[in-house]
């Protein structure tokens, strides 16, 4: 439903985190393993916030772009679904659901700028419509995207910790460079971003939540899963991950047709 | 949903599984088609169930799959309502990139109704169909307003009713090309351009309103139930098309001399309205203080049915009646009750209505071309499926506030602000020394991981798109 996300295409969706780092059978023959396999993911998650801040389209349009990016390769292999093509089609099929539309040309226009010499990152608009298209058949056409944006202010004003705001913010985008989004609830994964946000900020919300009654356990895990993240990955959020680590990985991928 | 990888050269597999009939509409944005669902065991007498197919053209060069359809997909794929046309399938034609809707087939409308006892019979609808058919469409209102989507383009044509069969007299509201979620717009509503067929339209649209609501929807309900009433369009203004959103004087003209003018008494944030500020000459210059709708309806001013109407018609939108408190509306509990089947003769024995089926145009293809193939015999396709996992609901929700009933305001205002904060990010920060357990409490999992199969999109009822009717 459109308002309540327990009756949502999104919550019937909610996916088993072992399934989605299933590397998909035809990118596992290439060679690439379930570690690489996150690895481009994060890769084009910066490069779909990377060009969005060119086109200049709210937050949630992005959020909903890497939603869909994330959901396609749970179904479908990076060897037939060129991520280079499909995160920015992601980015205009999104920015027409959220009734930002950004018209594919511009698009095309800002990956040049922005990829000029590598020819692997450049479209055509052509590409970009018949990728669209296939990207509708790719989510079963389910377009309906929640997101713990909403549901963070609206706790975070709960919790009279609206101070918090910013740095919750920045926590909850940054969930995107990870599968967060498909595996929990959105409000779970602002509950999370707000324990983070509460603990290294040292603010006292251990009775804030125990009147939430929420599974803590769950929360916490999240909050684990969002802090090795950043342990692990320690991504200059300017530049994302670096050309050195990436390109090999990504040679992996089939070249253009 | 369909495959939509090409069959023969031009052919998409997916035709395969329908047996075209012809074409009965159009509209802007493409054709819509009459089908038949092969049934999946073929027997000699056995036919599938009728679906109507509608079909969208690639918007302008290079802007891919048009807003419109976009915005239906998107909406029907999440709602399930009796009172709501049910979309049963999309599928995609790669070869020559058009999209195809498949809805549920429904034989009647709101407009042929009432063409048809307007023009044929010359007589009124028989007040026990008059009240179903405004309750089913309260009813599938309300769903939709309590799920945040206004339908922003109600008109009679746009409201189906279901032909003989299990659903018969059942009403499906159609054609969500316009409709949006507006629990929190990224852009003004208005932004879209202009919306409501402008006889439907409500005043504080009409007066240049930017930030409307689910009201607009009620107004369109209120001109409907006047016209199941009186067989007329109650307010048929004369639209002004010289600059692409002029202002509907002559609409306004209509309402005011039936309804009165409005006043800032009555109706405090009219002063706000763009076209009352700027043109007081025109809208205020004519007086006209002799309401006169219950002449115009034939009810009498103290009917009950009479005081739904004008809580539908109340000029204020934050005064207007909702589709709720509508629904408990004391017309609705006196006789006739409204009833599921609204095309039931009002009295047993008496004749059923026999209304007009659809005309088709059965020499029109898939392509819009004239030139239509014998189909294809059946050879044992399998009906379409939803194949997408779902997941049991959780019974119980940890807490209600953070999930339905969100605040409208939060959201627009305070995110531009945090767009800048958000390339911050939060990498290279040093977790070392959260007070944290890996896995505390053991890896319970929020959900249940069963699955099965996807029941949102099964075939069971009928509905069809409505569309400008072109013949």
Redesign the interface.
């Known amino acids: 439903m459109a308002a309540n996300f327990w009756t949502s295409s999104h919550c019937k969706q909610l996916l088993d985190p072992d399934d989605v780092d299933l590397v998909p059978a035809a990118d596992r023959e290439r060679g690439i393993t379930p570690e690489e396999f996150r690895l481009i993911k994060i890769h084009m998650s910066f490069h779909i916030w990377r060009l969005a801040q060119q086109v200049k389209v709210r937050q949630r349009v992005i959020a909903t772009a890497v939603t869909y990016f994330r959901r396609v390769y749970t179904r479908k292999s990076m060897s037939d679904y060129d991520p280079r093509l499909v995160a920015p089609t992601c980015l205009y099929l999104a920015s027409k659901v959220e009734e930002s539309t950004v018209q594919a040309r511009l698009l095309v226009f800002y990956i040049k700028k922005m990829c000029g010499s590598d020819d692997k990152y450049r479209f055509e608009i052509k590409d970009i419509l018949e990728m669209e298209m296939k990207l509708l058949e790719a989510l079963d056409y389910y377009l309906v995207v929640f997101h713990p944006y909403r549901p963070l202010l609206q706790l975070l004003q709960d919790a009279g910790i609206t101070d918090l705001t910013q740095f919750a913010w920045g926590l909850v985008n940054d969930t995107y460079k990870m599968d967060l989004i498909l595996i929990y609830p959105p409000y779970m994964i602002a509950l999370a971003c707000i324990y983070i946000a509460s603990v290294l900020k040292d603010k006292d919300t251990t009775a804030w939540f125990e009147e939430l009654r929420v599974d803590m356990n769950i929360v916490k895990n999240i909050s684990m899963e969002i802090l090795d993240f950043y342990d692990t990955y320690k991504i200059d959020p300017q530049r994302g991950i670096p050309e050195d680590k990436i390109s090999s990985v990504m040679n992996k991928l089939p070249a253009k047709a | 949903?369909?495959?939509?990888r090409a069959g023969g050269a031009n052919r998409p597999a997916w035709l395969q599984q329908y047996e075209l009939i012809g074409k009965i509409g159009e509209g802007t944005y493409g054709l819509v088609f009459l089908a038949r669902l092969k049934p999946s065991h073929p027997a000699p007498g056995r036919r599938g169930p009728p679906i109507a197919i509608k079909k969208f053209k690639?918007s302008k060069e290079?802007?891919?799959?048009s807003?419109t359809a976009?915005r239906e997909?998107?909406?029907l794929?999440?709602?399930n309502h009796e009172n709501v046309v049910k979309l049963v399938n999309?599928h995609?034609n790669?070869a020559d990139?058009s999209?195809y809707l498949a809805f549920d087939y429904a034989e009647h409308d709101l407009y042929e109704i009432i063409r048809h006892h307007r023009e044929k019979l010359s007589s009124s609808i028989n007040p026990y169909t008059v009240k179903s058919l405004l309750w089913q469409l309260l009813n599938g209102l309300n769903y939709l307003h309590?799920?945040?989507?206004i339908h922003r383009d109600l008109k009679p044509s746009n409201i189906l009713v279901m032909g003989e069969g299990d659903e018969h007299g059942i009403i499906k509201i159609a054609d969500f090309g316009l409709a949006?979620?507006y629990?929190?717009?990224?852009?003004p509503l208005c932004?879209?351009g202009v919306v409501v067929t402008i006889w439907y339209r409500a005043p504080e649209l009409l007066l240049g309103g930017k930030h409307y609501t689910s009201a607009v929807d009620m107004w369109a309900v209120g001109c409907i139930f006047a016209e199941l009433l009186t067989l007329k369009p109650l307010f048929q203004g004369v639209e002004a098309k010289n600059t692409p959103n002029p202002f509907q004087l002559d609409q306004l003209d209509k309402i005011f001399k039936v309804l009165g003018h409005p006043t800032v008494e009555k109706w405090p944030t009219l002063a706000n309205l763009p076209w009352w500020q700027n043109d007081q000459q025109h809208i205020q210059g004519h007086k006209y203080d002799n309401p006169g709708l219950h002449n115009i309806v034939h009810l009498p001013p103290k009917s009950p049915a009479f005081d739904l109407l004008s809580k539908m018609l109340e000029y204020d939108p934050r005064k207007r009646i909702t589709a709720a408190q509508a629904l408990e509306h004391e017309y609705f509990r006196m006789e006739p009750l409204p009833g599921r089947n609204a095309l039931l003769p009002s009295q047993p024995g008496e004749k059923i209505v026999p209304y007009p089926v659809r005309p088709v145009d059965t020499t029109t293809d898939f392509e819009g071309t004239t030139s239509l193939q014998p189909t294809q015999p059946p050879s044992g396709n399998a009906p379409p499926g939803?194949?997408?996992?779902?997941?049991p609901?959780?019974r119980q929700?940890?807490?209600q506030?953070?999930?339905?009933?969100?605040?409208r305001v939060?959201?627009g205002a305070?995110?531009?602000a945090?767009?800048a904060?958000?390339?911050?990010?939060?990498?290279?920060?040093n977790?070392g020394n959260?007070?944290?357990?890996?896995?505390?409490?053991?890896?319970?999992?929020?959900?249940q991981?069963r699955r099965k199969a996807?029941q949102?999109m099964g075939m069971q009822n009928p509905g069809y798109p409505q569309q400008k009717r072109r013949f």
């Open positions: 949903m369909g495959d939509g690639q290079g802007d891919g799959v807003p976009i997909i998107m909406l794929r999440e709602i999309v995609i790669h990139m999209l309590s799920n945040w989507i949006r979620i629990q929190a717009p990224l852009k932004d879209n939803g194949q997408s996992v779902a997941r609901m959780p929700m940890p807490q506030p953070m999930v339905g009933g969100m605040p939060a959201a305070n995110m531009a945090f767009n904060a958000s390339q911050a990010g939060m990498a290279g920060l977790p959260i007070p944290m357990q890996r896995g505390a409490g053991g890896q319970s999992h929020p959900h991981l996807d949102g």
